[in-house]
C-alpha cells in the first residue's frame, strides 16, 4: 500500500515534493485510528508517543538498542540476556546453548551441552 501511495505522489509530483520522499513519514493506522509513524507508535492495537522506542514487546514500546524482548518481557542488553523465553544476567555470556547462557570465548555448544575449552589441548571438558 506504501508503494501504491508512492507511485500516486510521484505522479502529481513536481521538484518540492522530494523532500517528502526523503523524511520517512508515514500516515497508518492503529486499530481505526490514523497516525504518523515518526510521532507515534502502535502496539497491541494501542498508541504510544514515539521517542527512541521503534518496537513492540508485550504491548508496550522499547527500544531496540537499549532493551531486548524476550517471551513478551522487555529486558536491559547489557546486563541481560535471553535464553529459549528466559531472562538471565549476562555476566560476560553472550550466547545461549538451549535455555543456557554461556561464554563463546571459552566454551562452545555441542548438541545443547556447553563444553568449556581446554586450553592448549583440543579436547573438551564438559561446563557442568
Ligand atoms: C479497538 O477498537 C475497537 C472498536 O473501536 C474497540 O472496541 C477496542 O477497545 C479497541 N482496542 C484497543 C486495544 O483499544
Redesign the pocket.
Known sequence: MQTALRLVWLALCVAGCVGWFETKRYMKFC??TSYMTDEKICC???LFMRYDNDACCGGLPHDSDETGCCAGLQYKLDSYICCQGKVEPRRSRDSCCGALPYDSSEAECHDGEIYVRYHRNTRYIEYK
Open positions: 486499530n481505526g497491541s492495537k494501542r
